[in-house]
């Protein structure tokens, strides 16, 4: 395809670019049994419209679904299954796709009985019930939540064949809630707090210090996403919504904010979501998740099939520190880049998805992505990461991902010097 690398490439331009390269589709055929024979589907009739009073997806889509890792999975009640990235379009993920990670299991919770308990430093210490928080002004807003620990087991090589374990433990999906702003305005908070310490009513009882300034900013306690209650797996009835930071601080099953005036220095931002750097110091209170983006499609659960020609790449981006300016992607390992087209809503803090048709020749390729955030911070690569953060970290590997197309069209996970 000529002019490819034109970012303003017209439709027209394009599809001529097309057609004079390589055809997309095959001239009908008399003996196609697709068409000349009559299918099951046409001859009987459907279901009613009582089968599924909540619908599922086509059994031929059985493959789009939540996967763990055997090896990382010691007890399924304290781990974490990953996202089909490969499988999705847009930037939604669907509720029954979103990743899941707990570290006491899913707690089912009756709406009825669940309170909201806000104390500490305020004047007066409430319980809202999931009805009084429904009394409060409500919003709409999409936000990834990505695990700090997300890509980790990446760090120090290449090691996990699919970008739905690699970069499988994000999701993005629009959330209603309520301002924590005005919860705590309810409350009072006093002029000495500083912090606060949500707190989730799961076994693992979850807690983690986040800075005032932030709860009064932008965070939500959501009660929906994509338009329905909250999943059970996503902290059914209640979650604290933290923009941008790493999901850890998304505290699930939201039963108490305590207001303090320092921060707790919990387990889970003590000995865990803190970042060994070389030589045994540690990086603490890195909240905000880093500019990344990964290719989904093709990936190593998501091979090319056709043998060259027009080729369509896929991939996601996104930042914590606000939207996606530009998107670039390489065929040949990070030698020469090109503009890719980001397509759809581009919100602060929420996935975006970029495309990149190319004309393939067959021969291998070493697919990578790089995204450039609205403050102008540049994906890096895996060594410029290294070396800065040395190779003892798990979490906030945000660096460029390879993928290697085979002749074949597979697709493995490798690393490029
Ligand atoms: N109450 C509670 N909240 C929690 C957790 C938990 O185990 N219990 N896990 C945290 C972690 S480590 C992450 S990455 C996110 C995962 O959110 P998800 O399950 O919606 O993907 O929830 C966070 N909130
Ligand atoms: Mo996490």
């Not at 932008?218 to 797996?233: V, Y």
């Not at 410029?384 to 002749?407: C, F, P």
Request: net charge negative; charged share 25%.
């Amino acid at each position: 395809m000529a002019n490819s690398d034109n970012p303003t490439l017209s439709r027209r331009a394009m599809l001529g670019g097309v057609a004079g390269s390589a055809a997309l589709a095959t001239v009908a055929r008399a003996n196609d049994p697709a068409i000349t024979e009559m299918q099951e589907w046409t001859q009987y009739l459907g279901d009613g419209v009582d089968a599924a009073p909540y619908g599922v997806p086509s059994e031929y889509e059985a493959d789009a679904v939540r996967r763990d890792v055997p090896w990382l999975t010691a007890d399924p009640v304290s781990s974490v299954n990953f996202t089909p990235l490969h499988k999705l379009e847009g930037i939604i993920t669907p509720n029954g796709l979103c990743f899941e990670r707990h570290h006491g299991g899913v707690a089912q919770i009756d709406p009825a009985m669940h309170r909201l308990m806000i104390n500490g430093l305020v004047d007066k210490p409430l319980v809202f019930t999931m009805e009084d928080i429904k009394r409060f002004p409500r919003e709409n807003r999409i936000y990834f939540l990505e695990c700090a620990a997300n890509t980790g087991m990446e760090w120090r090589g290449a090691q996990l064949n699919g970008c739905q374990f690699t970069h499988g433990m994000v999701h993005c999906v629009m959330y209603t809630g309520v301002p924590l702003r005005y919860l705590l305005e309810e409350a009072g908070v006093k002029t000495n707090a500083k912090w606060i310490m949500p707190e989730g009513a799961d076994a693992s009882a979850m807690t983690r210090s986040i800075p005032l300034d932030k709860a009064l900013d932008d965070c939500l306690i959501a009660f929906a996403m994509n338009g329905e209650a909250l999943r059970p797996e996503q902290g059914y009835p209640l979650r604290i919504v933290v923009p941008g930071w790493e999901g850890n601080m998304w505290v699930k099953w939201l039963r108490r904010i305590e207001v303090g005036d320092e921060p707790w220095h919990h387990r889970e931002e003590t000995s865990k979501y803190t970042d060994l750097l070389e030589g045994g110091k540690a990086r603490r209170f890195t909240w905000e998740m880093d500019v990344k983006s990964v290719i989904t499609n093709p990936s190593p659960q998501a091979p090319i099939t056709h043998e060259k020609g027009h080729t369509v790449l896929s991939g996601l981006a996104w930042s914590g520190r606000g939207n996606i300016k530009r998107v670039d992607v390489s065929i040949d390992g990070g030698r020469n880049w090109r503009p890719a087209r980001i397509d759809g809503p581009s919100h602060d803090k929420a996935l975006h998805r970029f495309y990149h048709e190319f004309d393939w020749d067959g021969s291998p390729l070493l697919l990578q992505s790089r995204a450039v955030d609205s403050e102008g911070w540049v994906q890096p690569t895996k060594d410029a990461l290294r070396d800065v953060r040395g190779t003892e970290s798990i979490y906030h590997n945000n660096s460029i991902q390879t993928w290697h197309v085979r002749k074949g069209g597979e697709v493995e996970n490798v690393e490029v010097g």
